[in-house]
């Protein structure tokens, strides 16, 4: 029987991926993730930082704060819109991973490869696809017809051009510099929708899962990578957020605590948001979990009654094969069997998965602490005190 085509990454050939390579931002049958994030940078936030710079801004001018102070601006495009982009290789050979295993390590077997295949399909007609992106670009206009800049507001100030109208950098970064950065994050928003398709239409076909397997996820793991992939994105992301709450404590006094609810409200949301692919794949194993504890609890059972009976109470036991089973006492004896069965997991969420979205959630937010509290030193201090 021919092998499952478990050939899949969730950006190739996608709609922004194919204009792109038309214009020769990324070559064919790759993905030009170096020169297109130099290109992202330099669009967005070199003619910005050329008219700050004629303007006087970026030392500052009467009236308005200079462009240096505004961080947010250059996090958006130096630091996150490369990130954005560059993170899209990373994710590719993730994916491709993740799908070929599923075939290679036995959870695909073979009665199930025309059934994988098919479903690989489905998810590249799905990523092929134009409409997501037409909503994309859709939900960008509407954002910028919605959000118009106030030249009044902080955030804005900058950008003042005297009196009440934005300069040329304003404009720029207003109508090019934030719709590149939000379509840019719908984007990556729709890939990991896409993930969570992928893995629920997975999850749905008659899987060789092992509910015993010490995984403890019935042989799921290796899909744990997939959080991996999107640090840099969750980095780029914190950093923009933490960039505004860094301006506000610098320049305007602003506590730390008044930033605590909307960066534990941040990191709740990008958490579930990132998790969303694995958990898809909870339905599979509570299912599979619910079936197997009262098979295996049976099976446990009746080892238990005859060995009570054999070795207990002394009685003739007739001979039966669960008493000599090998391929349960070399591999591991019933109790254990049990055990992992008991401690499966909903989800194949375990620590790793929880750090490569925490981490890059946290450290960006620790420098805007470093700000208000000198944690240098504070670590001299420790250091002082235990020393």
Known sequence: MAGAD??????????????????????????????????????????????????KSAAGTEGAEPLL????????????????????GPLNRTVRRIASQF???????????????????????????????????????????VARPDVHGDAWSWAASGGDSLGFGGWWYAYVARPVFVAMLLGWIWRMLLMTSFFWRIGRLDLSLVPSHPDRVAGLAFVEKLPNAYWPVTLGLSAVLASHFAHQVAY?????????????????????????????????????????????????GEQGRLVHRRWIQRETVEESPILDAPEIG??????????????????????????????????????????????????????????
């Open 103 to 145: 075939v290679a390590s036995g959870v695909v077997g073979p009665a199930q490869n025309t059934a994988f295949s098919r479903t690989v399909g489905a998810v590249r007609r799905l990523r092929n696809s134009s409409l997501p992106w037409v909503l994309v670009v859709g939900a960008v206009v509407a954002w910028i017809v």
């Open 69 to 88: 102070r505004h961080f947010g601006v250059h996090v958006r495009c130096l630091f996150a819109i490369p990130l954005f982009v560059l993170a899209e």
């Open 252 to 300: 305007h006094d602003a506590p730390l605590k008044s930033f605590a609810a909307p960066a534990a409200g941040f990191a709740v949301l990008w958490s579930l948001l990132a998790l969303l692919p694995l958990l898809a794949l909870a339905p599979t194993l509570l299912v599979l979990r619910a079936r197997a504890f009262p098979a295996y609890g049976a099976l446990v």
């Open 6 to 55: 478990s050939d899949f990454a969730p950006v190739d050939n996608e709609l922004p991926l194919r204009w792109f390579r038309r214009v020769r931002l990324a070559p064919e049958g790759g993905l030009g993730t170096g020169r297109r994030a130099l290109f992202f940078a330099a669009l967005t936030w070199l003619p910005i930082a050329v008219w700050a710079a004629m303007k």
């Open 330 to 387: 070399p591999v591991a004896d019933m109790n254990s069997m049990y055990e992992a069965v008991r401690q499966m997991s909903f989800a194949p969420i375990g620590k790793p998965a929880l750090a490569a979205i925490l981490l890059p959630l946290a450290l960006p937010m620790i420098a805007v602490v470093a700000i208000r509290i000198p944690i240098k030193q504070l670590l001299l201090d420790l250091a002082k005190a235990v020393l």
